[in-house]
């Protein structure tokens, strides 16, 4: 549940988002001021528990199309992949399947019992055998060539702008972000309209296709590289992006590193990619790719904090195990500045401490 605090501030990101849609809109009174933080307004509005307002995923990126080849690729890793895919292996492929069918084609009929009563005794021949050796060994340098350079630039992450730590359980992912506060997202799939029981939220084609749509998706800013660091709370799990050209074991007591850095935002889908168990097919994964300033904003919704920003009139904030203010019972403190709509004026902060969820 939420707690009245967190409830107003949730209110002010929900009514920032609303003033930056509609800049008509008549402006509110401040209604009530927390003690801590003066310049803080808190609006008439009824605390929203709803989320913050997430892009809806575009057909054909970031997710299966119905096209034979790739799943368009968004980072240069993965333009790189598929030009060695499309221009090297394949073409190679193509040519060595239908020469060695051809080749069948010819022996077959040429030398059939029929048309050769007496077979023919001919063996060694030097030029024949150089060329079948030489020619497999010049095909393989080919591939291996682009290859290994492929892998040296895929184990070659730049320096990582953000730290995403993926866990997979049977059968869900959490999401944990080391560097703004350790807040932790868990995200499960959203099942169809029909299945759900109870509150669960069915899915929407907003939140993405069937069977890859989540409740909670990875939230990172564009164009940053993203260090993704995999583990697993019970058997091997898979953490698989396709249009990002990442697939990464995520085994039980041991770290995996991988790493991405999407230059368009949108939402791009994946699944978890290693036979972990009944519901190994249900265990989707979602990161939207949104801006700098969304992804702060999205980061104090979660109660976390972005590296280096001032927590604002709390020097306990930034500490994620501060205590809670005295007079505040277990409430934890919040602060939020005044968004001014239509100003450029940045997002609202939140000094809230992280909650661990572990
Ligand atoms: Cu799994």
Not at 160 to 182: C, E, S
Not at 209 to 237: F, Q, W, Y
Request: charged residues 15%.
């Amino acid at each position: 549940m939420l707690n009245p605090i967190r409830g107003l501030a949730l209110g002010l990101l929900a009514s920032f988002a609303l003033a930056s849609a509609a800049p008509a809109q008549a402006p509110v009174p401040p209604a009530a001021v927390t003690g801590a933080a003066p310049t803080t307004v808190a609006t008439a509005q009824p605390a929203k528990p709803a989320d913050i307002v997430h892009a809806a995923p575009t057909p054909g990126i970031g997710q299966p199309t119905d096209k034979i080849s790739l799943q368009p690729q968004e980072t240069a890793i993965g333009h790189e992949a598929q030009r060695f895919h499309d221009y090297i292996l394949l073409p190679m492929m193509a040519i060595i399947s239908a020469f060695v069918l051809l080749l069948l084609l010819w022996v077959i009929v040429r030398y059939r019992a029929a048309a050769n009563p007496v077979p023919s005794k001919t063996h060694h021949n030097t030029f024949i055998e150089v060329v079948w050796t030489l020619v497999p060994v010049l095909i393989l340098v080919c591939i291996a060539v682009p290859s290994i350079r492929l892998l040296a630039h895929q184990y070659s992450p730049p320096k990582a702008d953000l730290t995403v730590k993926v866990i997979g359980n049977q059968w869900y992912w959490t999401y944990q972000y080391p560097d703004n506060g350790d807040f932790e997202v868990v995200s499960n799939m959203l099942k169809e309209k029909n299945q759900v029981t109870g509150k669960e939220r069915p899915r929407t084609d907003a939140d993405g296709p069937r069977l890859l749509a989540v409740d909670e998706r990875m939230v990172v800013p564009v164009g940053a590289v993203v260090k993704i660091i995999t583990t697993s709370n019970d058997v091997i799990h898979s953490f698989a992006l396709p249009a990002a050209w990442v697939k990464m074991d995520a085994i039980p007591g041991r770290l995996n590193e991988t790493w991405f850095k999407i230059d368009r935002p949108g939402v791009y889908f994946g699944q978890c990619s290693e036979l972990c168990g009944a519901r190994h097919g249900f265990m989707p994964i979602a990161v939207e790719v949104v801006s700098k300033e969304q992804f702060a904003q999205w980061v104090a919704f979660k109660g976390g904090t972005m590296p280096g920003a001032k927590p604002a009139n709390n020097p306990d904030a930034t500490s994620p195990n501060s205590p809670a203010v005295a007079g505040s019972g277990t409430t934890p403190p919040v602060a939020t500045d005044t968004p001014v709509a239509g100003t450029g004026e940045k997002p609202p902060v939140t000094s809230q401490p992280a909650v661990a969820q572990n």
